[in-house]
């Protein structure tokens, strides 16, 4: 049976699993392995808990910059557009 294993930064994995937290920024070992063998056979997998906590990553725009939000500028936000206005022409 073939399979790849590589130590990559788990940075990497960010688009593809939701990983916990203590996985963040840190060198992984990531291992992969088929489920169909080389004649097309489905193969098992041994039950794991850890394969019931890897989900798959939504890829939407909206929730990819969450990470970079600021909750305490989000309230300044409201409004923010007129005040830059009335601050850059109030003297015209």
Do not use: C
């Not at 049976?1 to 916990?20: A, C, E, G, W, Y």
């Not at 291992?31 to 798959?56: E, K, Y």
């Not at 939000?69 to 009335?86: M, R």
């Amino acid at each position: 049976m073939d399979f790849v294993r590589q130590v990559i930064n788990s940075n990497v994995l960010k688009p593809l699993l939701t990983l916990p937290s203590s996985f963040h920024d840190i060198q992984v070992e990531v291992i992969v392995l088929p489920v169909i063998d080389n004649q097309g056979n489905n193969m098992t997998l041994p039950p794991t808990g850890f394969n019931a906590s890897v989900r798959p990553v939504k890829h939407t725009a909206f929730g990819r910059l969450n990470r970079y939000a600021n909750p305490v500028l989000i309230q300044e936000e409201e409004g923010a557009w007129e005040k830059a206005i009335l601050e850059k022409y109030a003297r015209h």
